[in-house]
């Protein structure tokens, strides 16, 4: 599968910004689940939000919630993230990422996840 991670920028703290992940090359099962991570200079990768394609049951780090929304659009084949209240420690590359059998302990660990997109940048100013 191959995703197109998109909706980067820069923004105002307190602002919003709308991250888009396109899938092809197979259409998502019951099996599936996607998920956003970010990763600044220097850090691991971190864990933002998942979501079970099949159900759309959602998770979300504690540094998010409240405050970003995970969705998912079957027919469209695309993952979004819905970011509010943009904190200056939300500056990062954003990844989306695709897994399949995923556990639910296992939702929040990147190593989880077998496919992922090139990452979109997003600049949280003050």
């Known amino acids: 599968v191959q995703l197109q991670a998109s909706g980067g920028g820069l923004v105002q703290a307190g602002g919003s910004l709308r991250l888009s992940c396109a899938a092809s090359?197979?259409?998502?099962?019951?099996?599936?689940?996607m998920g956003w991570f970010r990763q600044t200079p220097g850090k691991e990768r971190e864990f933002v939000a998942a979501?079970?394609?099949?159900?759309?049951?959602?998770y979300y780090a504690a540094s998010v919630e409240g405050r970003f929304t995970i969705s998912r659009d079957n027919a469209k084949n695309t993952l979004s993230l819905q970011m509010n209240s943009l904190e200056l420690e939300d500056t990062a590359v954003y990844y989306c990422?695709?897994?399949?059998?995923?556990?639910?302990?296992?939702?929040?660990?990147?190593?989880?996840?077998?496919?992922w997109g090139q990452g979109t940048l997003v600049t949280v100013s003050s």
């Open positions: 990422a695709a897994g399949y059998g995923i556990i639910l302990s296992m939702m929040r660990s990147a190593r989880a996840y077998g496919s």
């Open positions: 979501i079970r394609w099949s159900g759309g049951s959602t």
């Open positions: 090359g197979r259409t998502f099962s019951t099996n599936y689940s």
